[in-house]
């Protein structure tokens, strides 16, 4: 069973749009992470997110602890916009803690 | 931008040779993951470490051991690579695991 499930796997979009990825997890957690991945590159963090919402630019955060699910909106998409969205949340294993991943929505956003 | 640097970035090596990849930090985050991402599994954890000497096996770690004998350096090494061991491989950083992840450029590993 995945702990962090994101759908929808795929989205295609048209320039203009908005966008909305969902994130849905299994376990407790302290915070959630949401990263980028664009085509042939490296991963780059978005946001972290512990509680209620948080906006930089065109996107924005959502996460509702007690449902155990988080969204990342991104208003009036844009082709850069095109790219892999993942979310990540920590948990706690051994009194470590390690990072555990969705499977990803490939965003493409067409002109 | 975060100081972690993967080396190499590219590499392609034989069936059952060794090869080892390495991930140097300079934030001094204590805790440094190896994750491999293939098409249809996302990024799946291979091996973690939450300080010097102190690691811990993901969900994919089989074939697969680390070392960590500093802070700034965690090493990846395939035991006898395997043509299933053909991924990209990316390291991460972290403070804790609920505080902003920084990710390495990532290694490209060919096993023919």
């Known amino acids: 069973k995945n702990e962090v499930e994101q759908s929808p796997q795929n989205l295609t979009a048209q320039e203009g749009e908005f966008i909305t990825i969902n994130c849905s997890y299994s376990?407790?957690?302290?915070?959630l992470h949401w990263l980028q991945q664009h085509p042939g590159g490296g991963i780059v963090s978005l946001f972290m997110l512990s509680s209620g919402k948080k906006k930089h630019g065109r996107l924005i955060a959502t996460i509702n602890i007690q449902e155990k699910h988080s969204s990342l909106h991104i208003t009036a998409s844009h082709p850069r916009d095109s790219a892999v969205y993942i979310c990540a949340v920590p948990i706690t294993q051994g009194g470590s803690e390690k990072l555990v991943f969705g499977k990803g929505t490939k965003l493409t956003v067409n002109p | 931008d975060a100081g972690i640097t993967q080396s190499p970035r590219h590499k392609v090596t034989e069936t059952g040779t060794p090869v080892t990849l390495r991930c140097h930090q300079t934030?001094?985050?204590?805790?440094m993951y190896w994750y491999r991402q293939d098409p249809g599994h996302g990024l799946r954890l291979i091996h973690y470490s939450y300080g010097v000497k102190d690691t811990d096996k993901g969900e994919v770690s089989d074939g697969y051991s680390v070392s960590r004998s500093k802070t700034e350096d965690f090493l990846l090494t395939l035991e006898s690579a395997t043509s299933s061991q053909t991924s990209v491989y990316f390291c991460?950083?972290?403070?804790?695991?609920?505080?902003?992840?920084?990710f390495g450029q990532g290694t490209r590993l060919t096993v023919v």
């Open positions: 934030e001094n985050h204590r805790y």
């Open positions: 376990v407790g957690i302290s915070a």
């Open positions: 991460a950083i972290s403070v804790r695991g609920n505080t902003e992840a920084f």
